[in-house]
C-alpha cells in the first residue's frame, strides 16, 4: 500500500513509518511540525534504507492542505495528527476541538472526493472516561465521564468517522484505542521527544535518570492498588506501531474498533523501579497529591485486536524502559541535539 501517515515526523508516527517501510509499504508523511521534527524523518529513511517523502501542511487549513495534497498519491491513510497534551487541552480547549476536529473533517473530505476507503485512526483510552470496570474491553461505554477536551475530541472525531461511514458504506475505518505508548525503537535513533517539561511518565522518568530534572513527582500514593500508585497498561510503541499496520492490512468497509494495549497493568512505583533496573540510575521521587482528573487503573482487555488482526504486544516494560534509556541516554536533547 501507499499510506499517507499524518503526524508521521511524530513520537508514534515515525515507528509507525518504520513498521509500514518494514513491512514493504510506501509512506507519504504528512506534518504541520508545530510538535515534532524532519529530523524523525530522516532517520527513519536511515534505518529504514528507504526514502519517505515529506507534505509540510496543516491538515486544519483546508485550502493549503487540498494544495498540498494535490499531486500526491496514496491509497490508504492513518490519521495521527492532533495536540495531545491533555493539561493543555484544558487550558485551550477551543484550540484542541478546533485543530483536531478540523485536520480530521479535512481529511475525511479528501478521501471521500479521492475515493480513498482505508482508514485509520488514532483514538485513545481516555474516551472510556472513568473506567466502570478494568480491565476495559471495546463494549465498555464511551464517552460519558471523559475528563479533559483532548480525550472528549477523540470520542467526538470517533463519532465523525461513524457517521461519515454511515454516509458512505464504501469506507472502512478502523479506530484505534490506544493505552499508555512507551519505549522506543531498538536503535536509540527514534523515540519520544517532548517539548518543555514532559506531562507524561516515561519521558518525565527518562529526564530524571539522564540527570536533566531532578526528580519525579508521583501523583497519589492512595489509590485503590497494590502499591496506592496509578496502574496503568504501557503499551512499547514498536508493539503499538506494528498493532497499526496489522489494523491496516485488515480494515474492510465498515467501522472496527481495538484497543491496543498489553493487557497488563504496572504502578508509577513499578515503572520507576523498571527504570532503574534498566539504566543504572537512581530515579528519586517524592509523592504529591493526586492530579485531578486522574483514575486509579487504567488497563486494556486486548483480545479483541489478538483474535481478530492476530496482533500481539511481544515487548515488555523492561524492554520500554531499556530502549527509551538508550533514546533517552543517546539523544539527551532530543532531535535538536
Ligand atoms: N504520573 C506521575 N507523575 C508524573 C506523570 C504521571 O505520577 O510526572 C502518573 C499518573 O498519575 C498516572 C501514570 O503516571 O498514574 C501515567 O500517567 P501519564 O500522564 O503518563 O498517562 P495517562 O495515563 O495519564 O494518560
Known amino acids: 500500500m501507499r499510506v499517507l501517515l499524518t503526524g508521521g515526523a511524530g513520537y508514534i508516527g515515525s515507528h509507525t513509518a518504520l513498521v509500514l517501510l518494514e513491512h514493504g509499504h510506501e509512506v507519504v508523511v504528512l506534518d504541520d511540525f508545530s510538535n515534532s521534527s ?17 507534505v ?19 491509497d490508504s491513510v492513518i490519521h495521527l495528527a492532533g495536540l495531545k497534551s491533555v493539561g493543555e487541552s484544558v487550558a485551550q480547549p477551543t484550540r484542541y476541538y478546533r485543530v483536531n476536529i478540523d485536520a480530521t473533517l479535512v481529511l475525511l473530505d479528501v ?9 485509520v485512526f488514532s483514538s485513545s483510552a481516555t474516551v472510556y472516561g472513568v473506567p466502570q470496570s478494568v480491565p476495559i474491553d471495546e463494549q465498555h461505554p464511551v464517552g460519558d465521564g471523559i475528563t479533559n477536551p483532548y480525550g472528549r475530541s477523540k470520542f467526538i472525531i470517533e463519532e465523525i468517522i461513524r457517521d461519515t461511514q454511515s454516509a458512505w458504506p464504501e469506507l472502512g475505518a478502523t479506530l484505534l484505542r490506544y493505552f499508555n505508548p512507551v519505549g522506543a525503537h531498538t536503535s536509540g535513533r527514534i523515540g519520544e521527544d ?8 516515561m519521558p518525565f522518568i527518562a529526564q530524571v535518570a539522564v540527570g ?6 508521583v501523583f497519589g500514593d492512595t489509590y485503590a492498588t497494590p502499591d496506592g500508585t496509578g ?5 512499547h510503541v514498536m508493539d503499538l506501531a506494528e498493532g497499526h499496520v496489522a489494523a491496516l492490512e485488515h480494515n474492510r ?11 497488563t497493568g504496572s504502578s508509577v512505583l513499578e515503572v520507576v523501579r523498571e527504570f532503574e533496573r534498566a539504566s543504572g540510575q537512581p530515579v528519586p521521587f517524592v509523592i504529591e497529591a493526586p492530579r485531578a482528573g486522574d483514575v486509579g487503573e487504567v488497563v486494556a482487555d486486548p483480545t479483541l485486536a489478538n483474535t481478530t488482526l492476530d496482533w500481539r504486544t511481544t515487548r515488555s516494560l523492561a ?4 530502549d527509551s534509556w538508550n533514546w533517552q541516554s543517546s539523544n539527551p536533547e532530543g532531535y535538536a541535539g
Open 56 to 74: 509540510e501542511a496543516d491538515l486544519a487549513d483546508r485550502a493549503a492542505s487540498e494544495r498540498a495534497l494535490e499531486d500526491i498519491e496514496f
Open 212 to 217: 536533566k530534572r531532578e526528580r519525579l513527582s
Open 253 to 263: 468497509p465498515g467501522i472496527a474498533v481495538y484497543n491496543l494495549g498489553s493487557g
Open 231 to 235: 496502574v496503568r497498561d504501557y503499551i
Open 111 to 119: 478521501l471521500r472526493e479521492r475515493g480513498i476507503t482505508n482508514f
Open 38 to 54: 524532519l529530523e524523525a524523518v530522516r532517520r527513519v529513511e536511515e534505518l529504514s534504507g528507504k526514502s519517505v517523502p515529506v
Open 319 to 322: 524492554d520500554a524502559c531499556r
Open 194 to 201: 517532548p517539548s518543555g517539561i514532559p506531562n507524561n511518565l
